[in-house]
T-cell receptor, first 115, second 116 residues
């Protein structure tokens, strides 16, 4: 069982909806990540938080808004999405970032469908 | 930014045979190379990793080799079993788009099928 918990497992939303994906870890990790994975493709990095501060934004459209309320929680707020944003959204955590990254632990993902 | 290529895209082997998956990377500053296994409906799970100061690492039936000069690294699975069937991703940790932080870039994935 993964130690990174993501909710919801499945989400269907319209293009005008506002929804959020949530991620939680209790391993004491100080870096948390959002990845997007399309079918039969590798995960693509979206955001990295290190010590609760956004350290990497891979030029993600503003309709995706990350939030890190504390070191254990990571949210991804979704607004005005497009059908092409439908994908598996993976959360991950690691001990640190940069040279101290270590292993990334992934959650099982939230499968998003945008109608 | 980093670019990671992975081959083959699909690989079918008989149980007990060996499987080899190869990756190349572009950023000479990359220094960490993990391999992930992703089963259907699950997130990727680390199976082995290697750092740039090491040429080879082995963990039971799994081994990884790294050639820094040629910028390629490989995953070797011996005595394959049906439960090894999954998608395998290599990755390289290099510089982000802004060059200010390190980021993990994944290869395109290899679907391994182990047949009885």
């Amino acid at each position: 069982d993964t130690e990174v918990t993501q909710t919801p497992k499945h989400l269907v939303m319209g293009m005008t909806n506002k929804k959020s994906l949530k991620c939680e870890q209790h391993m004491g990790h100080r870096a948390m990540y959002w990845f997007k994975q399309k079918a039969k493709k590798p995960p693509e990095l979206m955001f990295v938080y290190s010590y609760e501060k956004l350290s990497i934004n891979e030029s993600v459209p503003s309709r995706f808004s990350p939030e890190c309320p504390n070191s254990s929680l990571l949210n991804l707020h979704l607004h005005a999405l497009q059908p092409e944003d439908s994908a598996l959204y993976l959360c991950a955590s690691s001990q640190g970032q940069g040279a101290n990254t270590g292993e990334l632990f992934f959650g099982e993902g939230s499968r998003l469908t945008v109608l | 930014g980093e670019n990671v290529e992975q081959h083959p895209s699909t690989l079918s082997v008989q149980e007990g045979d060996s499987a080899v998956i190869k990756c190349t990377y572009s950023d000479s500053a990359s220094n960490y190379f993990p391999w992930y296994k992703q089963e259907l409906g699950k997130g990727p799970q680390l199976i082995i990793d290697i750092r740039s100061n090491v040429g080879e690492k082995k963990d039971q039936r799994i081994a990884v080799t790294l050639n820094k000069t040629a910028k390629h690294f490989s995953l070797h699975i011996t005595e394959t079993q049906p439960e090894d069937s999954a998608v395998y991703f290599c990755a390289a940790r290099g510089r982000s788009l802004t060059g200010t932080a390190s980021k993990l870039t994944f290869g395109t994935g290899t679907r391994l099928q182990v047949t009885l």
